[in-house]
């Protein structure tokens, strides 16, 4: 009797990872900027046996012009509306376009697998990030609403599929990029400083692609003798800058910007000058994906975020 109540025990566990394990995702998770992006959206199973009936997609921002794929058997219809703001498109801006799209009227088996198609322009203007594509799965009998993202590190029952965009210009890590578990690390640089300087700024992006928060806990550099995590505001007029003793947060699905008068690394106690053109090579130290390598490419004494990196540089959006 032991021994049959382990193996139902078992069986129960199996059955219930297959099911949370069986979400509606994407065939192909990243893209690029400035690109069209052909989203398959992947269907494996039902509701607790029940065949799917419906599937609803709401298209992310900066998803431009989304058009749907017939699919014989299902009626398509699409929702439009405004989008979060213009982008550019065919040379024009777009203000408004297809927000939601919806397959219904057909049959798919809970046994069976199958597969819902758009496709969309991913606005340049929106950058590189981490796009949630939220998905309501109904059934006979029931539904799946494929829409959650991780907020604070919580596991997610229902999580909606996620695609990774890269910036324009960027369809793989390149010189300058790091991938580091979920976290991509885009496009380290320093300033050039003036004979005798004992400090420099750091700046970077990073994105993070997981469902779970990281954070930035400081690093090293080659030239100074150690790297604290700064932020830089503007309080009554006044500018502050502090230490963030306990690092800073990189949350699910989003890309946090280092660059200057506001969040940076500082270079304390530097051993030599930085000159512009060179590469200074250091480590970034997370909590969750641990040491990193980096590489900061230096720019000039005035450079601002977003600026061209020197020829000798790595890659720059």
Same mark, same amino acid.
């Given at each position: ?21 069986a979400?509606?995702?994407? %065939?192909?998770?990243? +893209?690029t900027? $400035?690109?069209?992006?052909? /989203? ?7 509701? %607790?046996?029940?065949?799917?009936? =419906?599937?609803?997609?709401?298209v ?8 749907p794929?017939?699919?014989p ?23 408004? $376009?297809? @927000? ?18 758009f ?8 950058? +590189?990030? /981490?796009?949630?594509?939220?998905v ?13 993202v991780a907020?604070?590190? &919580? ?12 910036? /324009?210009?960027a +369809?793989?890590?390149a010189a300058g990029?790091v ?7 885009? &496009?380290?640089? *320093?300033? +050039? ?10 700046f ?17 550099? *080659?030239?100074?003798?150690?790297? =604290?995590?700064? #932020?830089? /505001? ?8 502090? %230490?963030?003793?306990?690092?800073? %947060?990189?949350?699910?699905? =989003? ?9 940076h ?6 051993r ?5 053109? #060179? @590469?200074v090579?250091? @480590?970034?130290?997370?909590k969750? &994906?641990?040491?990193?390598?980096? *590489? ?16 000798a540089?790595?890659?720059q959006?």
């Amino acid at each position: 009797m032991t021994r049959i109540l382990l193996s139902g025990a078992a069986l129960a566990v199996a059955l219930f990872t297959s099911s949370a394990q069986a979400h509606v995702t994407l %065939e192909k998770a990243d +893209a690029t900027a $400035g690109t069209f992006y052909k /989203a398959v959206l992947k269907v494996g199973h039902g509701c %607790e046996g029940s065949p799917t009936t =419906q599937i609803k997609v709401t298209v992310p921002n900066g998803f431009v012009a989304a058009k749907p794929m017939p699919k014989p058997g299902w009626t398509v219809e699409t929702a439009s509306g405004p989008y979060d703001r213009a982008y550019a498109f065919h040379g024009k801006p777009v203000a408004e $376009g297809v @927000t939601a799209i919806t397959w219904s009227g057909g049959s798919l088996p809970d046994g069976q697998y199958d597969e819902f198609v758009f496709v969309a322009f991913l606005a340049p203007e929106a950058g +590189a990030r /981490a796009a949630p594509v939220p998905v309501v799965q109904t059934c006979v009998k029931g539904e799946h609403r494929w829409v959650e993202v991780a907020q604070g590190g &919580a596991k997610l029952a229902a999580p909606a599929p996620v695609l990774k965009i890269a910036a /324009a210009g960027a +369809a793989a890590p390149a010189a300058g990029t790091v991938e580091a578990g979920d976290l991509v690390i885009d &496009a380290p640089w *320093s300033r +050039a400083t003036p004979g005798g300087a004992k400090v420099a700024g750091g700046f970077l992006r990073i994105t993070n692609t997981g469902t779970t928060p990281d954070r930035l806990l400081g690093g090293t550099f *080659s030239r100074s003798g150690s790297v =604290q995590v700064h #932020e830089m /505001a503007v309080n009554n007029g006044v500018m502050t800058m502090r %230490e963030l003793a306990d690092g800073l %947060e990189i949350a699910p699905g =989003q890309t946090v910007e280092l660059a200057p008068g506001g969040y940076h690394l500082m270079f304390m106690d530097l051993r030599e000058p930085l000159k512009e053109g #060179e @590469t200074v090579t250091g @480590t970034l130290r997370f909590k969750t &994906a641990g040491t990193v390598d980096v *590489s900061f490419v230096v720019r000039g004494i005035g450079a601002k975020a977003g600026a061209p990196a020197p020829a000798a540089g790595g890659h720059q959006h």
